[in-house]
C-alpha cells in the first residue's frame, strides 16, 4: 500500500495536513519493545523483541490558526476518542519508514496553545504553531 491522501485518521477525522499541518514537522517513530533483554559472559546482547511495536506521531500545526480553526481541529479529533477521559482513539497513520499505515489504539498528549496575537477588532484569537503528539500502546 502506499500514501492514501491523508496523514493520519483519528477515528473517522481524515487529517490531510492541508489545513492544519506543518507537513515538514511531521515524523513517525516505531518503537521496538524488549522484554527481558540481557548481555551473556561474552557482552552478546540477546533480546526477545515483542510484536506489538507501538508508534509515535509527532507534528506541529501551521502558524497563525484562530481560535475556530483550532476549535475545529481539536473538537474534530476529541469527538472521535473512545475514552475521553485519556483521550484515547484508534489512529491510522502513514508511516514513510513503510511507505504504509498503521492503525493502533492511541492517545494525544495534551497540546500547548500559545497565543501569537489577539485581534480586538474581530475578537479572534491567533496562535503559534503546536505540537501535536499520538502516543501508541
Given at each position: 500500500m502506499a500514501y492514501l491522501g491523508y496523514?493520519?485518521?483519528v477515528g473517522t477525522y481524515e487529517i490531510t495536513g492541508e489545513k492544519f499541518i506543518n507537513y515538514e514537522s511531521y515524523d513517525v517513530t516505531r518503537e521496538v519493545q524488549d522484554l527481558d533483554a540481557h548481555r551473556d559472559a561474552t557482552g552478546k546482547l540477546h533480546r526477545n523483541v515483542l510484536p506489538n511495536i507501538p508508534i509515535k506521531i509527532n507534528f506541529e500545526t501551521r502558524p497563525g490558526l484562530n481560535n475556530d480553526e483550532v476549535a475545529e481541529f481539536l473538537g474534530n479529533i476529541s469527538s472521535n476518542y473512545t475514552n475521553a477521559l485519556e483521550r484515547k482513539a484508534v489512529v491510522r497513520a502513514f508511516v514513510p519508514e513503510l511507505n504504509d499505515y498503521i492503525e493502533q489504539d492511541m492517545?494525544?498528549?495534551?497540546?500547548?496553545?500559545?497565543?501569537?496575537?489577539?485581534?480586538?477588532?474581530?475578537?479572534?484569537?491567533?496562535?503559534?504553531?503546536?505540537?501535536?503528539?499520538?502516543?501508541?500502546y
Open positions: 496523514l493520519l485518521k492517545y494525544m498528549a495534551g497540546p500547548t496553545l500559545k497565543i501569537k496575537r489577539i485581534d480586538a477588532n474581530t475578537n479572534q484569537v491567533f496562535y503559534n504553531s503546536f505540537k501535536v503528539t499520538f502516543i501508541g
